[in-house]
């Protein structure tokens, strides 16, 4: 197709607690791309938290839509891209994934590939080394999946029912450092117990007991207790929210972005506890994306 178009790709959360470089949900934070048929490649970008990217061929949007359409055997055409966004970037809140989302949605339409999910989900997977962050920004709503390096398996999942808030601090947590201060072995009785959390957690999420859901997610012990030292709103923030009748409230990602699940209608009076506490963070009520990538 080589029609103008504009696409919106949905930011995303990983982890969800003990769901570490497995589970992923997306949200209503979006990475919005005008794509018009051009004589060469230029990007532009609308949003300040996209200043200082290139507006040429170095650009992470270009060089996943060459190597995508390079794998599976089309040509890419020239493209103009006008770029905005509300996902801040080294937030914890996919902007990455939502990039890489964007280059390969490019290359399958531009380049006439007809791509499959596993397809595409491959691509996504090489990128970012794991498929939580990608898969949600790809396909939407909540997905659990693992990497094996060079290919990835992914499952979608029914999206929980809750209102979700986050508090965005002012600060950036690069993935390197937040992965830096992770230890590098575990004994097997926290391998044991780590997993087990992990698997209560997503059999709670399917049978939609939240408030054991909720609970699972704060008892994660792979990277939150790590952490802590990165993300210091983190405590209070967990506090106030069980305090209000949360559900749980976890880092996002790497951070530092912090995200509460609460019953449905708490979201706006959690909100509202979170502003007047964290005056110096960006505290947004947030809906789950249900769905792929949207053209409008």
Same mark, same amino acid.
């Given at each position: ?84 966004? @509300?996902? $801040?970037? %080294? *937030?914890? =809140?996919?902007?990455? #994934?939502? !990039?890489? +989302?964007?280059? &390969?949605?490019? /290359? ?124 210091? @709103?983190? $405590?209070? %923030? *967990?506090? =106030?929210?069980?305090? #209000?009748? !949360?559900? +749980?409230?976890? &880092?996002?990602? /790497? ?42």
């Amino acid at each position: 197709m080589n029609a103008a178009v504009t696409m919106k790709v949905p930011a995303s959360t990983a982890n969800l607690g003990p769901g570490f470089d497995s589970l992923g949900l997306a949200f209503s934070l979006y990475l919005t791309l005008e794509i018009t048929p051009a004589s060469e490649w230029k990007f532009e970008h609308r949003s300040p938290m996209l200043a200082g990217l290139p507006d040429d061929e170095t650009h992470l949007v270009y060089q996943v839509a060459k190597k995508t359409a390079d794998t599976y055997g089309g040509e890419l055409p020239p493209l103009h891209i006008v770029m905005d966004s @509300e996902i $801040p970037l %080294a *937030r914890g =809140l996919g902007s990455s #994934a939502a !990039a890489i +989302a964007a280059g &390969i949605e490019i /290359a399958d339409r531009f380049a006439d590939l007809n791509l499959s999910d596993d397809q595409k989900l491959t691509i996504g997977n090489q990128f970012e080394g794991h498929p939580d962050n990608i898969g949600a920004s790809l396909f939407g709503g909540m997905v659990v999946g693992v990497s094996f390096g060079e290919s990835a398996e992914i499952v979608q999942l029914p999206s929980p029912e809750v209102d979700l808030i986050a508090i965005i601090p002012p600060y950036e947590v690069k993935t390197d450092d937040a992965r830096r201060v992770l230890p590098e072995q575990f004994t097997r009785a926290q391998a044991v117990q780590g997993s087990a959390v992990a698997n209560v957690l997503l059999s709670a999420l399917f049978a939609r007991n939240y408030e054991l859901a909720g609970q699972m997610m704060e008892k994660d012990g792979f990277h939150e207790p790590y952490r802590l030292e990165l993300i210091k @709103e983190l $405590p209070e %923030a *967990r506090k =106030l929210a069980k305090e #209000a009748g !949360a559900y +749980a409230t976890v &880092i996002s990602g /790497a951070g530092p972005t912090i995200l509460t699940f609460a019953p449905i209608g708490k979201g706006k009076e959690i909100a509202s506890l979170f502003t007047d506490r964290f005056s110096d963070c960006d505290v947004k009520q947030l809906h789950i994306h249900s769905g792929t990538i949207q053209y409008i």
